[in-house]
């Protein structure tokens, strides 16, 4: 779903944005801290939010000037310009009136811009948004001097080590696959220099004059588990705020903003009074992922014409497989395939067709099966359960079919007979999985023989 990125200018600066989706509901993401609109999709902890809101419509995202793909600038931004920067992306992507979100500093520039353009955006959700982040007579909440100078340095000392999830990760900071994309990702949105200019904009915010001309309705959220946030702090925000509705959630900041969370149901209600687009548009499928193995060895023995004849007879045979048990072509990649069941039993007997059949003509074929949710769109499917299902497969040797304990558990009544291969990591992939080899006789047993399900805990 990875979208090209594109450029617009506001003013003098060019700033990088990307669409997906499509229909008449329109959103804009104003995501908070230092951005890479391109980097983004190497994580499906961020990806896989923006996928979801686009099966509810338009979806427009952006690096705001200063970071990622944008232009850098020297003069610190501040909001007039921030909202700016948003309708000149609002306008380059087509969106009329959309729902907008942000959290932290990007909600204050979702505020700003819906005080400023009033006539522009139809709808806010302002995750854990601030008057402003630094203490004064009247907001006492804000950090006080020493701590902001503290956060300044700490920033640019650590910058690139994954400080930005530190600071509201909840329980996804944990996870050493989540923490390495992240540093990845730092380093790609912005030098040390240029996190050190992003705080000084951030601690210079202040969105208390452009509240009370906020007309859109605003679902200003507050996570429970953020330490960083006093609730009292958002709160004030909401009670400032003419259209209002305060939100607690349980979680940090990063854990409430989950694909799949409650965030993307309150974008889906303002923009269309529904809350199901996200549900409606994921499905819990069995998967089934093949791969040839030593392709490049039978090319050269067979030739060009041979293997191609050889590979497209193998075709046939895995989709007439497909066909008998009900799958559902859904890739096919190289000379493999990727496959979605309804059952993850036909996805086991549809795998063990494939191995025997083609076994006689010389082809070794490699198989992975592992059910789990996964968000449907009208070129496939997307989410964790995918790359799980294409790990597996990647373990196993020739003539093998690797499944996880997650297909096993699923497969009610009888389903080829496995064993044990233990508990294997994969990569990319937090936890270590327990696999089971299906047996080569096929023969059936009953499912209740399997242990219970134990991979994928990390």
């Known amino acids: 779903m990875r979208p090209e990125t594109q450029f617009t200018r506001s003013g003098d600066v060019y700033l990088a944005y990307q669409t997906v989706g499509r229909g008449d509901r329109e959103f804009l ?16 902890e961020l990806s896989g939010f923006v996928e979801q809101l686009a099966q509810v419509g338009r979806v427009a995202f952006f690096d705001k000037r200063g970071v990622g793909l944008s232009d850098r600038v020297t003069e610190l931004s501040t909001l007039d310009i921030s909202a700016q920067d948003a309708i000149a992306v609002m306008d380059a992507a087509g969106l009329a009136q959309p729902v907008l979100y942000g959290p932290t500093d990007g909600a204050s520039q979702c505020l700003a811009t819906a005080a400023l353009y009033p006539h522009r955006v139809s709808g806010i959700v302002a995750l854990e948004p601030a008057p402003t982040f630094v203490v004064d007579k009247d907001d ?22 994954g400080i930005l999830l530190a600071m509201g990760a909840g329980v996804v900071g944990q996870d050493p696959r989540v923490i390495a994309a992240f540093q990845r990702y730092e380093r790609m949105a912005a030098t040390p220099a240029t996190a050190d200019w992003w705080v000084r904009c951030f601690l210079n915010t202040d969105v208390r004059p452009y509240l009370a001309a906020v007309k859109a309705p605003v679902v200003v959220v507050h996570a429970r588990g953020n330490a960083k946030a006093l609730v009292s702090h958002v709160q004030w925000v909401a009670d400032h705020l003419p259209n209002s509705r305060f939100l607690e959630l349980d979680g940090d900041l990063a854990d409430v903003s989950m694909p799949g969370g409650p965030i993307l149901d309150e974008l889906e ?25 030593g ?4 090319m050269s023995r067979l030739g060009e014409e041979g293997w191609r004849r050889l590979l497209e007879d193998h075709r046939r045979m895995v989709r007439a497989a497909l066909t008998r048990y009900a799958g559902t072509e859904i890739d096919t990649a190289g000379d493999g395939f990727l496959a ?24 070794a074929v490699r198989q992975g099966v592992h059910a789990g949710e996964v968000s449907i ?33 699923l497969c009610t009544g009888e389903h080829p007979l496995a ?40």
């Open 419 to 458: 064993e044990q291969v233990g508990t294997r990591v994969l990569r990319g992939v937090p936890g270590r999985w327990r696999l089971h080899r299906l047996a080569s006789s096929g023969a059936p047993i009953a499912a209740a023989a399997f242990p219970e399900m134990t991979g994928g805990t990390p």
């Open 295 to 298: 392709s490049t060895t039978s």
């Open 269 to 293: 209600d303002l923009a269309a009074g529904t809350r199901v687009g996200g549900a409606a548009h994921r499905q819990l499928v069995a998967l089934l992922v093949t791969d040839l193995v």
């Open 29 to 44: 993401i104003v995501n908070g801290g230092l951005t890479h609109v391109e980097a983004m999709w190497d994580i499906p």
């Open 377 to 409: 769109f009208d070129t496939g499917v997307a989410g964790q359960a995918v790359h799980v299902a294409a790990r597996v497969a990647a373990l196993a040797d020739a003539g093998d079919v690797y499944v996880t304990d997650v297909a096993l558990a």
């Open 340 to 363: 979605a069941f309804r059952l993850a039993s036909q996805a086991l007997r549809c795998a063990v067709e494939i191995r025997d059949e083609s076994a006689p003509s010389g082809v």
């Open 140 to 161: 006492p909440w804000g950090f006080p001097e020493d701590v902001a100078q503290m956060l300044q340095q700490m920033v640019a000392r650590s910058w690139g080590q």
